[in-house]
């Protein structure tokens, strides 16, 4: 029995977007939405694609997600928003945030927003990403954390109170590698374990704890009650505890039980304060000074934000993207169950064009 199987994106693209629209999703949220988990696994990060579809699908199913909510702007003022996902989506509501906060940035400068109702919302570097594609400086953060419960546990302690709350900034190159940081603040994202369980595979040491804080490699750990740990010790857990009061200034907070968290956005035009075209040549005559440092022993390069992506993408646009067999079978289930086709004449031009070289 094959451990993988291979899918060039357009296919993929095309059966994710047609379960979506099966489970009644709008098509042109469906289109958002399989693009974006499509480009997190062009992009190398596995644990924010498509294996998450099956989870988004039972929560459409149950009620979670509501598949066809356009988001909407509830408060502007200057150069700041709240805009509401109305429990749609989160995919589709933070590409449309980010549009918004784009446009807005090259109005003011600097723009920033807060979303709320707002459910997951996929691989973080995505929308770092547009930002820095339209000439801005893009940061990301979602957090959540509080007394009664979380999955990070937090530095010196044994018990979850946090998420993974991760951080994503974009910056603008001039070119088609912009200087992307995207990650979150616990050793690995949640979605990591998923791809280790789907594979059968165990953790890297240090990475998580078991329900009594013994440390552990085995998945099955953090299932039963585990918890991972931050990176970096008490610096990792200071950002953590960061991205959760930047959440809180949309005023998603309870003093009472002593919880804090959300999504924020802030978009800064780099034309607003110095000339777009000089500041990227600088971007990229400092990162490639940068690369130019000579590799230590067992390194090839080296590599700055943004490059592992970049060269992920090349890899992945002309080889296929690989679904461990696990993934491959409960989308296979899902399709049987919604009555779409995964043979490859459900895949129209126009999603291989999109993702040609």
């Known amino acids: ?172 190159t001039g070119d088609q590698v912009p200087f992307i940081i995207d990650m979150a ?29 013994n440390p552990s490699v085995k998945t099955s750990d953090f299932y039963d009650g585990g918890f991972l740990l931050p990176f970096g010790q008490h610096k990792g857990y200071a950002i953590s505890l960061l991205t959760c009061l930047l959440g809180g200034l949309s005023g998603n907070f309870d003093v009472e039980k002593g919880r804090m968290g959300g999504t924020f956005m802030q978009v800064i035009d780099v034309n607003a304060f110095t000339p777009l075209e000089t500041y990227q040549r600088g971007v990229r005559s400092f990162l490639d000074g940068i690369k130019s440092t000579p590799p230590a022993l067992g390194f090839e390069e080296v590599l700055v934000p943004g490059d592992f992506e970049q060269s992920s993408r090349r890899q992945r646009l002309v080889h296929g993207i690989q679904l461990p067999d696990t993934i491959y079978q409960q989308i296979c289930q899902c399709a049987e169950q919604l009555n779409v086709s995964m043979d490859r004449n459900v895949v129209t031009t126009a999603d291989m064009d999109r993702y040609s070289l």
């Open 185 to 213: 603040t616990s050793v690995i994202a949640e979605g990591k374990i998923q791809v280790a369980r789907s594979m059968n595979a165990d953790l890297p040491p240090g990475t998580i704890v078991d329900q009594q804080g």
């Open 1 to 172: 029995m094959a451990t993988s199987h291979r899918f060039h994106a357009g296919h993929l693209h095309s059966i994710t977007r047609n379960l979506l629209v099966a489970a009644g999703t709008f098509h042109h949220i469906a289109d958002d939405v399989a693009e974006i988990l499509v480009k997190a696994n062009l992009s190398g990060h596995d644990s924010h694609g498509v294996l998450r579809v099956p989870t988004y699908l039972k929560s459409i199913e149950s009620g979670g997600i509501a598949p066809s909510v356009e988001p909407k702007v509830t408060l502007e003022t200057g150069n700041r928003s709240q805009i509401d996902g109305a429990n749609g989506f989160g995919h589709y509501t933070a590409r449309w945030a980010m549009k918004h906060a784009i446009l807005k940035a090259k109005e003011t400068g600097v723009y920033c927003a807060n979303l709320i109702r707002i459910g997951h919302i996929g691989r973080l570097g995505e929308y770092a990403e547009a930002a820095a594609i339209e000439g801005c400086i893009g940061l990301i953060t979602l957090g959540s954390g509080g007394k009664e419960g979380g999955r990070i546990t937090p530095f010196g302690g044994v018990g979850g109170r946090l998420g993974t709350n991760p951080i994503a900034i974009g910056v603008p």
